[in-house]
């Protein structure tokens, strides 16, 4: 695989454009870190000044810097940014870092500056990162155009991220706690190099086993979800998107200035992109570690090692909130695990080795526990004592696992020590917690990792018999709310079953087309606004002769309105099939129970157009109504395949036909051999 | 208020039974820390072998301890514990902490050995602590009777717990970061001092001004609740309890032996007892630090004032999830706040000061923030950057809210520094995070304690016509599952609204109670073990005739059985109305929607029974149920207050008959006026 940021982390010459001896200054930060952070290469300082800034000669301007020289470092302010990056252009430097903060975040202004880059950089043929970003590196290479303070240690979190904050926050985390990073890019406003450049660029990377990622806007939402699921493919992938509420949207809004995605939509890309979506700071870097030092569980039967009971108590519910289970240990276990522990342990699970285990103690039960097959993996839990040093335990458990490949993740909380534990737990690749319940997240995340792996979101699979040409006829020249008749003939024409209707506008004519459909017969008045018919007596079901249609008719229909007469479908459940358009991720398909319920209920889910059947079943699962569809109380079950085939419809309808925006099957009538639309709403912008 | 723990706290004298001079043993600890955490009564330590620990003299026994003395410490192995309560009853001494494990945790041995402690005590008018608990602590007396390393600061905490390494671990955490307690009490086995007594303590101790709870079991649930709900009306109580899933209630049980009550029945005891529910250590104490150091918000309205853009977007989203939100900031606002902040600040919200600001910028938009009448709340984040230190700006933050009633929290993330920042601000009452996220959820506890403040649960209202002679005679001689007959009868007698109901051997005893009752009718077929009657073809409804009675009943009802005639209820919503009794919590009531969906959609909510109208009308709002009553799409609203009716006479009807065990009104069909209880299902123990 290419990695479309290579030169940035292995440039064969840097310049740093803005170059300042004042060590309060962002550039002199970003020379110091060139120089002190190991990259082999020459450094280039360039400023019209001149002089020396620690040990390098300052060249006046970029046209006297000698080659080799692949990457250029603007820190420059905002207004004199666009000149540098021309002057790189022009200098032959195709590839660029702007640190200055004052574009598309400022507004409207701010983004016709960065239109202007983005020309530059046409011109040029120059990638550029930023602006308004800390920068890149890579600890392998090594490679630190930032100017933080710190830089991490090697590892195997890549970390990628529209924050400059957040990179800073996780560093600084990390060289406290030990753990390494290959490489983390701040994207900043992402005009060139976006999100989706930056995950192929770790998926390539082989330092890089586990990708974190912190997300604030996604301009291009599909383009994302691709790069995603090419990097899941490999490794895994975790998310934290701010701006998933009204809120949230709000900041995230004044702060880069990025289109914030609806929640539902984001969560149906993370299925398809195969990553792993979470809500916060903490779940973000607790998720990270666990997925980059240990690998994913074979089930999730789990044991708590411990010293103390509560915490043990805390840790078993939230392994029960992430889909895991405490194993049954078996009685060679149990006895086992009674040869090497202290007397009085408990040996059920949680095993309990109570008030006084030592070090020695933790590493011969870890081993038990790990060479036990019913055990998919272990939570070792450890309340710091007055006799046992934390750091002795940390070691030990660290060394227990060595050998193993089930995953093992260790909390050891409170008090003094903790800092030197975590380091020696992550020297031994076990990732540390400082609470039970967030050990129990790590070992979810791995367990969801496990997941993934294993039943991957195939490509969505082409659906025959759609009739592209006559829905491209009928769509012709439509906008609006389409009549009902029109949004049968779609469907119909989508290979969907519609029971057969035509449009009346006198009772004779509405009698005439229910003897040639055949009864009982449904009558829909058809008047603009008439959202939900139901709402204002606008439908007659059970319909059973030509003079019942003909009463009907005229008790519900006014002069000039017309009405719909469509054949009943037999009985069944009422689902709903909807799509819409979200601005970022494109067309979303929705599945739920029909009728009023769905406004009640809330009960739905969501995925992306056009879908595979495999998640079309998914969604159909997660909800109420597939549990009504696959029959409760000896009902008999639904086609659900008939839904899923209907799904898949709307799905590729959806893609295909841009110019459709909305359309609703509400409801879609699911009986024991087949599902009928009967209702159709298309919406056209 | 009385405080049932006083002379724990306060002893005239405290004896340590089992006293060591030993350093490595827990007696040795006790002592320890009686001596140098400040107690200022005699102690007495006790040993067979006489001497002198820590300068004091050690007493051969009890008898020879010289008055006063309040308070027996007994730090001996379970084997002599019993022996040595009752040489402390002979001593005259009435209060004693009992530090040794292996009782009740171990199985029904262990319990066998609490109940003979309990039998001492009662013999001698002795209340005890424990056993397999680490003792108790006042910082203001001061007292600390506990052996752990460290001894809290003063400060508004009372911390309760079963575990003893939650004390121990949320100690450790408090001194790190400068959060002090008022008490902290371990209950242990809680053999007699339980869960309810502690919190009457902590209610009564004027120096506690909020209550973290960590619970594992609760042998009487009721009791609990009344003791939160006194303490509630006077502080806030956070609670944390383990044994909620499978995995939970299984550590718990091998851990201290009690029984763990299912989640609902816990939520739904929160909810009475106005306490506030966290699901991990680390909510604990995040809320009872907000709660300890500042006032609920009077409104939702948030301002969250930051150096960083990212960080701040997760915050926001956060605060959404806990019904926050941003506030909108007036012109007036942003002008002073430019006047105040460094030149780019983004004066909408959040209030972004960029890569730039001091201390004094801190200090200053605060004060601006903390003044305008459009905000509730301000949220303070600071991502350490090389120019300013955080302990200046966790400085400028603390000073700027000496003045001001409305809560700030902050986030310090990262980095150095952090631990004597998080210090400043708790000395300042400015409670510290190192994640926006979990300052968020700061203000999210306040918030929740401000509208638990605002409308407390009332006590449940006596309700009328309720025929309680005509109940117990219904119930006499019964056990099991009642026919339908029988439950209608009950149903009707406690006051709700049945339709007239019969049953009959024969098509023509059917047909003649229809034509007594009126038409419409349904004939339920009545059989044993027919649970779901609409399973098995058993129910026909509008039966509009004697003939299609007499029709349905040939049909439908075999030789031996029965029949149920029934007048139909007026059409309607139909939802469910239960009732079941929780182990620990006592009975429950139940509402959602009624027939299969309650299965199919598990939107049910829970509350303890009897309940206030209030709560009826809460729970009812809370479910899927709640909205299709209050009117969907047009339709009339259907009569609530019939189902508030409901669910308070269901309520009183468990309360005052323990032998029902279960009651199902599925359906309770609800119309415009009033709700018919159309099928009665009551279990009998």
Known sequence: MNDPLHVFFHPRGVAVLGASANPTKLSYGVIHNLVTHGYLGPIYPVNPKGGEILGLKVYPSLTDVPDPVDLAVIVLPAGQVAAALEECGRRGIRHAVLIASGFGELGAEGKEHEEQLRQIARQYGIRFIGPNCVGVLDTYTPIDTTFSRTMPGQGPIGLVSHSGAVCGGTMDWANVVGVGFSRIVSLGNQADIDMADALDSLSADPHTRVVAAYIEGLPDGRRFVEAARRLTARKPLVVLKAGRTPSGTRAVASHTGALAGADQAFLAACRRAGAIPVDSLEELVDAAIALAYRRPPAGPRMVILTNAGGPAAVGADHLDRHGLRLADLSPQTQARLREVCPPGTMTGNPVDMLGGPQADHYTAALRVLLDAPEVDGVLALFVPQAITPVYDVAVAVGRATETSEKPVVCCISGGGGIR???????????????????????????????????????????????????????????????????????????????????????????????????????????????????????????????DAVREAFARMVRAEERALVQKMAPAGVEVVVGAYRDPQFGPLVMFGLGGVYVEVLRDVAFRMAPLPRAEAREMIAETAAGRLLAGVRGQAARDIEAVVDALCRVGWLMEEFPQISEIDLNPLIVGERGAWAVDVRVVIR
Chains 1, 2 share one sequence.
Do not use: N
Request: glycine content about 12%.
């Open 420 to 546: 030197a534990a975590a380091r020696a737990l992550h020297a031994h690749s076990v990732p540390h917690y400082l609470t039970p319940e967030r050990a129990a997240f790590g070992l979810g995340a791995l367990w969801k990792y496990a997941r993934i792996r294993e039943r991957p979101v195939p490509d969505p699979e082409p659906v025959e018999g759609m009739d592209r040409g006559r829905i491209a006829a009928l769509l012709e020249g439509k906008s609006g709310v389409l009549s009902p008749q029109e949004g049968a003939e779609i469907a119909a024409a989508c290979g969907l079953t519609v029971p057969p209707s035509g449009v009346a506008v006198s009772a004779d004519e509405a009698a005439a087309l229910a003897e040639g459909m055949g009864y009982p017969v449904v009558l829909k008045r058809v008047a603009p606004g008439l959202t939900h018919k139901s709402d204002a007596g606008g439908v007659v079901v059970g319909l059973k002769s030509a």
